[in-house]
Structures are given as structure tokens and as C-alpha cells.
């Protein structure tokens, strides 16, 4: 009479067959994993750009975004009411995920203006981050303090 169940053979064969849709999945799953964290990086500085836009509209304050680009780490900043010339840190640094870089900023810090949220008269803000597979995004942000997101 036979026993039911699986033979040492079939779940040998069934362990293989997992090793090598797991040898060919991953590649693909790490280009996945990349580009999610390209998204959500160019998405959070979107983000912290119209935060500071409507603080800087709310609270009547100049507020700008300071970006490291050799540490790659932002940081909102407020200006400070008494003392016109020195900015305090609003929160603490944001740091861009695992390999994703700034691959240039212009106009940097992207200052807001009290009151409108426009930028600095006659400049445009451009800041371009870039993957480990060499894929570019760029954050725009328009002289009338309007957010545009360029995905590549």
C-alpha cells in the first residue's frame, strides 16, 4: 500500500525550479526597486518645494530649500524675522535615497518670497536627479514658484 505524500525527488525538483525563477527575477526586480526610488525622491522634493511655497504664502516669510549636492541631502530653511540676513533650519535634512544623486541644481537655495511664492525675478530653478542606471529627472520650479515634475 502507498503512503501519501511528496518524494524526496519531486520537492528537489520543485527547489530547483524556484532557484532559477529567483536567479531570473532579481536583475529585473532590482531595475524595478531603482526606478521606485528615482519616483519617490523627485516626488518628496516636489513635495517639500510646494510645502515652502505655501508657507512662504501663509506665514509671510521667506522660505527656501537648501540642497547639498555633495552630500545629497535638502533642507527647508525660514528666514529669520529679527535678523533678515540668516536663515533657521525648518526640519531636519532629507536625505536622497540609496542611489539616487543630484546631478545639478540651479539657483541653489530655491528661495520663495514672502507673501507670493514666486522665486527671485528673471530665474527659473532646475533640479535634476539621477540613477544608478544613468536615468534623469528633473523638478522645475517656474519664476511664478509653479512645480513641474520632468520624468525621463
Do not use: C
Amino acid at each position: 500500500m502507498r503512503e501519501r505524500g511528496f518524494t524526496i525527488t519531486e520537492l528537489m525538483i520543485v527547489v530547483a525550479i524556484m532557484g532559477v525563477l529567483t536567479a531570473v527575477a532579481t536583475p529585473s526586480l532590482s531595475r524595478w526597486l531603482t526606478s521606485i526610488r528615482m519616483a519617490s525622491a523627485t516626488r518628496d522634493i516636489a513635495s517639500t518645494l510646494q510645502l515652502a511655497r505655501v508657507k512662504a504664502i501663509t506665514q509671510n516669510t521667506g522660505i527656501r530649500i537648501n540642497f547639498d549636492t555633495t552630500a545629497h541631502t535638502y533642507q527647508m530653511q525660514q528666514r529669520n524675522a529679527a535678523d533678515l540676513t540668516t536663515w533657521n533650519n525648518v526640519d531636519k535634512a532629507q536625505k536622497l535615497p540609496v542611489g539616487i544623486r543630484f546631478v545639478s541644481v540651479t539657483d541653489n537655495p530655491v528661495t520663495f518670497q514672502s507673501g507670493r511664492g514666486s522665486i527671485l525675478p528673471g530665474r527659473n530653478s532646475t533640479i535634476t536627479l539621477q540613477n544608478t542606471q544613468g536615468k534623469t529627472n528633473a523638478v522645475v520650479v517656474a519664476q511664478t514658484g509653479r512645480i513641474l515634475v520632468h520624468k525621463n
